[in-house]
């Protein structure tokens, strides 16, 4: 079922069996099955590259960002999401805001930022480290100074201590939930906007290295299933954290290749579970990670020129079986699209194209050149250039102390501040 490029390495990395799925559920597969099959059988060797319909999805997200102030009703509380994955799914697609949308937007997400620090899911909604992540990531993506300036990074570090528990894990908003998503949430704005101290962050890691399930994917909190959301949430916040040595990095390469499924190409997000588009990213976006973490650890050869995933195919499971005639991306064949996924799978099909480490690139675009995206930083998921340019913008300015902390911290933090300084 695979082209001839996908095979080899499947079986190279790939060593489970196919997930046990019920007659309903079989059906679903089947359908990306006949797309690919149907694809291949039909082209033969005059094989049509499949395209990208780039248009499509461009006015897709456009259409819908004209909307977004006003909300969905049923996503009213995750309006800063559907904003950060419409800018980061056409930052992708390489388009670049208008001056109006752009100031529409950073309008829009001021009213969602609070006094005491955060983003709520709409104007006048608590705080909440979701809906903050995805606001930082749209004003990292917008990239102008009024973006940067729309975030109190005073407020935001104060708003991180009130999320912080005191085992070193973090609440989604106040009395809610606490789990990887809120550590991961915490670190990725705390690094992008330069409010990390080390102080806040002395347990996460630990708290973080209780989600590694004995299949070696995370899980959402200790003792849970894993599952690639959470697994990305892990592992990108270990990195952020400079803590990826606690590990267990084979039992994660494990597990993570065997969420590619041999029929789609496509990864699944647990174990026994279906392939969906979103995951391409959220499993497709550990390996980038993991082989800079397996390099520092010799355990991968340097002239390495592909990550180890089966890149091509999962490119084809999103070009045949998730794209949406009417423009937007889809979870499998038969699904409608929305944003979430649309920015998932570009994002993923952004990995599975460019391999990129050290001082090598290589590019494996199937199908059409045109069909080739922006690169992802994978820790972030924005656009590498959106992520070096609020880095070098952040890092010029003082880290804001917002809790005294005792000895042990205070010289670390000194530091810190006349790195920044200098
Ligand atoms: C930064 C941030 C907020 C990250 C979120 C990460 C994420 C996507 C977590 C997924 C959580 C989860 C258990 C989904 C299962 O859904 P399901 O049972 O419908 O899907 P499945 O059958 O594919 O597991
Ligand atoms: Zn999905």
Redesign the pocket.
Known sequence: MWCKHSKANSERFCDEGVSTITSDEQVRVEKSVAAIFNYFLNTGNDAKEPVLHRERHIAYLKKGLKHLPEGFVSLDASRPWLVYWAVHALELLDVRLTNDEAAGIIDFLKHCQNPEGGFGGGPGQYSH??PT??AVNALAIIGTKEAYDAINREKLQEFLWDMHTDEGAFRMHEGGEVDI?GA??AI?VARLTNVYTDHQFSETAHWIMRCQSYEGGFS?APGM?A????T??GLAALTLLHAHHLCHTPALLRWAVNRQMRFEGGF???TN??V?G??SF?QGGLFPILHTLLTQEDAVNMSAEHWMFQQEALQEYLLLCCQHSRGGLVDKPGKGPDFYHTC?TLSGMSVAQHFSAASIHKKSVVGHPSNELMLVHPLY?IGVESAVSATQHFNNLLVPQTRICSAPYSNNINSQQEQVQT
């Not at 599952?227 to 959470?230: E, V």
């Open positions: 480290l979701a992540y995805a998503r991961y949430c990725s959402g299933e599952h690639g959301g959470y990305f949430c699944q997000g647990r579970k279906l969906d979103c995951y959220w998932y998921n």
